[in-house]
């Protein structure tokens, strides 16, 4: 703490990012990042733009990434608004659109930076409660009174749980007169992409990351789709904080991303394999699993506690995430989906801890 904080930073609760050890050896499944390297073309692109053109600022713009992402979703690059990693799209998001005299809805089991940034901004938010399967109910959402926006993670985290279309789409018709931002972070592995509804409902803005299915976490690339005046208040509130989020070499990595296709889909599947294996071994061992639509699974078991379950896989040198809250979930482990021999690794560890303790931890 220091006197010279301003009041606002006092009053800040900051978003707790999942740890990022150096640790030799390490099976990392605790931050959802893809276990496959990017791209070939990407780490080309990159290459390509390491050089005498990095004393010039990159393209405010970002024409081309906007174009290319634009063509990838069948959109305009007028409804394409990019940003440093979709943390940052978010952000400007609730700036932009969010701000309002009424609270924003969100659900109280969602990704933990929503209400940290509603905290930043000083915006109202009021959590509406994931039914007794975690899962998002849309009638939740229009029955829970005038709202100032809705924002929903889809599939939501940590839960992995998926909304069809139709449920979206039925959010839009029913809330016609605030922002709805849909956050597509991990759409790619099994959920259906709201972005079809875009030229429908001009409330809509759908969010989507280069950082799980491009495998570019380190890069910081995310994006906004919408309507062209939704996307030009992004714009309007980016341009009053940072003209140049994308440097040079996140866009050459980030354009040559969109346009790999095949690497794009190869590494999706192999993914969605992986989850659904994994989910089954983990069945065996007496695990409960929620269907997942993302790139990990969420799960507990019925007599093991989670806390100590991290811990022991943490002493074999697995990395998985726990959240002690809310309550609801403290049970439960997020595992990130990691290579085939990661998997087998994590299962062997698991079916040891399971074996070697017959009768539960503690009880
Ligand atoms: C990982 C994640 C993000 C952030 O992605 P970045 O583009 O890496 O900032 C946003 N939303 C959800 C739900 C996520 O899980």
Redesign the pocket.
Known sequence: MSRFWSQAVHGLTPYVPGEQPRIAGLIKLN??ECPYAPSLRVLQAIRDAAGEELRLYPDPEATQLREAIAAHHGLQPEQVFV????????AHAFMALFRQQLPLLMPDI??S?YPVYARLYGIQARSVALDEQLRVQVSDYLEAGPNGGIVL?NP???TGTALPLQDIERLLQGNPDSAVLI?E??VDFGAHSAVELIDRHPQLLV??????ARAL?GL???YALGQAELIEGLVRVKDSFNSYPLDRLALAGAVAAMHDDTWFAHTRARIVASREQLSGHLRQLGFEVLPSA?NFVFARHPRLDAAELAAQLREQRILVRHFRRPERIAQFLRISIGTETQCEALVNALRSIVQADPVGLGE
């Open positions: 931050t959802n940003g440093n990693g979709s943390d940052e799209v978010l969602s990704y930076f993670a939501n985290a940590p956050d972070a991990y969010v989507r990351t280069l950082s799980k976490a910081r690339v995310g993302a």
